[in-house]
């Protein structure tokens, strides 16, 4: 009955050791290994009379003009009776995957660049997509969907997302690979997302524990250096990217005045130190009543102004003392014992902080 007891309690400790576990492949990146960001000008024809219009925008009607004359339709002696509004300038963007060979495909999202309201059921002609040395690594074409619902009628309309972006699924083709060839890399460097010198050390460990003594070591914060020497690159990484670390973040509370959240780590402490929070509030109400002549009589309607005035404290809200090494849970429930909203534990977590008492980092957005 004992084991039976024992087991259970150590089934019951697993889930919770397991959550604070992470693999190296979620927290880091191998450097060089990343898309690269592609963009591109081009037009979006077949909308239903939702595109640019001509005449406001100029840069439309010379595109639209020269695609004619690329497809050997001469319009230079008529483009002044070019009215129609079925055609949009847009922005292309995309991002290239690593590794991306000739032929792949890739997703790409559009933009309307002139006064077009609506890309809903429009397609995009072939647009080249340019890297930033200039080159060609892929074109784009296709039908845009942009999920949006547009409705107006005479005197009100409802728009539900933006119909002046949408996206094009798979509708990018590679043509020129970014040359990267990781086989034969000897050294590769991993890249924390959120630099910590032990989250670095402890990633290096767990790495030599399988890989052999020396093989990591953490050259900063961010970065985890890995001498492969005649290993098997893709072999090694495939073996070191699922292995479990606990990460470790700096106590840091993070503050959003314009909306009112506060995200606080788990290492948070404050030291003692007491607070104490009450506004006084003041309500005038105004309430005039209005006094009425008898009938047949000479008088005259008079309005009589009352005026009620009410003074609140807030008394019912004490001092609290917060002990030395308070925790994030115990921070939070002795706040909210005093009935404080968010609005007004951000004006005290900043005061607690000036005082001295809050052992972490305060960041106010």
């Known amino acids: 009955m004992r084991w039976c007891l024992l087991l259970a309690m150590l089934l019951c400790m697993l889930p919770g050791a397991a959550l604070a576990q992470v693999r190296i492949k979620d927290i880091t990146d191998v450097e060089g290994v990343r898309p690269n960001p592609l963009v591109g000008y081009g037009l979006v024809v077949g909308l239903n009379g939702t595109g640019d219009q001509l005449n406001n925008a100029v840069f439309t009607r010379q595109s639209l003009i020269g695609m004619l004359g690329r497809l050997g339709v001469s319009v230079t002696n008529l483009s002044s009776q070019l009215q129609t509004k079925d055609v949009a300038a847009v922005m292309v963007t995309a991002s290239l995957p690593a590794f991306a060979r000739e032929g792949d ?92 010198l032990t989250t670095a050390e402890r990633i290096a460990a767990a790495i030599d524990g399988v890989l052999g003594r020396g093989v990591a070591h953490a050259s900063d914060p961010r970065s985890v250096t890995l001498a492969l020497g005649g290993r098997n690159v893709v072999a090694s990484l495939a073996r070191i990217e699922d292995l479990p670390v606990v990460p ?75 002990k030395s090494t308070v925790t994030l849970q115990q921070l939070v429930s002795g706040l909210n014992s005093l009935g404080i909203g968010p609005r007004d534990m951000i004006t005290i977590l900043q005061n607690i902080k000036a005082a001295g008492a809050l052992q972490a980092k305060l960041r106010v957005r």
Do not use: K
């Open 105 to 196: 495909h890739f997703d790409v999202a559009v933009s309307a660049l002139g006064d077009a309201t609506n890309l809903s059921g429009g397609t995009l002609l072939v647009t080249p997509l340019l890297g930033a040395d200039g080159q060609v690594y892929g074109v784009a074409q296709g039908p845009v969907a942009t999920g949006a619902i547009a409705a107006h009628g005479a005197a009100q309309s409802v728009t539900q997302g933006v119909p002046t972006s949408g996206r094009i699924a798979n509708g990018a083709i590679v043509e020129r690979q970014v040359p990267f060839r990781l086989s034969t890399e000897h050294t590769l460097t991993l890249s924390l997302r959120n630099p910590d």
């Open 248 to 322: 470790d973040n700096p106590a840091t509370v993070v503050i959003d005045e314009a909306t009112g959240t506060i995200v606080m780590g788990a290492n948070v402490r404050i030291s003692e130190v007491a607070i104490a929070q009450g506004n006084l509030t003041i309500r005038v109400t105004e309430t005039p009543q209005a006094s009425q002549p008898g009938p047949f009589s000479n008088g005259r309607t008079v309005v009589t102004p009352r005026t009620n005035i009410q003074i609140s404290t807030q008394s019912g809200h004490r001092l609290a003392l917060l």
